[in-house]
């Protein structure tokens, strides 16, 4: 079992920058797959980005590439995402996410556990 919880969110101007950050319980945290998750009113929940166990292998959505950076320190149990260059159109509920498996996804139906969800408005 993990629990996560979110910090870092806020209000910003657009082209500035965050950094959200997820501290997980369990000590099985290095062994599973994390991601960033987010979710807009009105939208479905959306991938932003992932990285897998070992922190060797990431992924990130088209919409964020350049401008958002997710990073891990297992060694804290800590997950962060470092955005930067943030545009109105990042506005939302920002999740962190684990998935039972050291591989990762960016399909938010195959992760177990989540956050309660940090929230990003981003003003023009």
């Known amino acids: 079992q993990v629990q996560l919880v979110e910090s870092g969110g806020g209000l910003v101007q657009a082209g500035g920058s965050l950094r959200l950050s997820c501290a997980a319980s369990?000590?099985?945290?290095?062994?599973?797959?994390v991601g960033w998750f987010r979710q807009a009113p009105g939208k479905e929940r959306e991938f932003v980005a992932a990285?897998?166990?070992?922190?060797?292998?990431?992924a990130s959505a088209d919409s964020v590439k350049g401008r958002f950076t997710i990073s891990r320190d297992s060694a804290k149990n800590m997950l962060y995402l470092q955005m930067t260059s943030l545009k109105p159109e990042d506005t939302a509920v920002y999740y962190c996410?684990?998935?039972?498996?050291?591989?990762?996804?960016?399909?938010?139906?195959?992760?177990?556990?989540w956050g309660q969800g940090t929230q990003v408005t981003v003003s023009s």
């Open positions: 990285i897998n166990w070992s922190g060797g292998s990431t």
């Open positions: 996410a684990a998935r039972d498996n050291p591989l990762l996804t960016i399909n938010v139906r195959l992760y177990d556990y």
């Open positions: 369990g000590r099985t945290f290095s062994r599973y797959a």
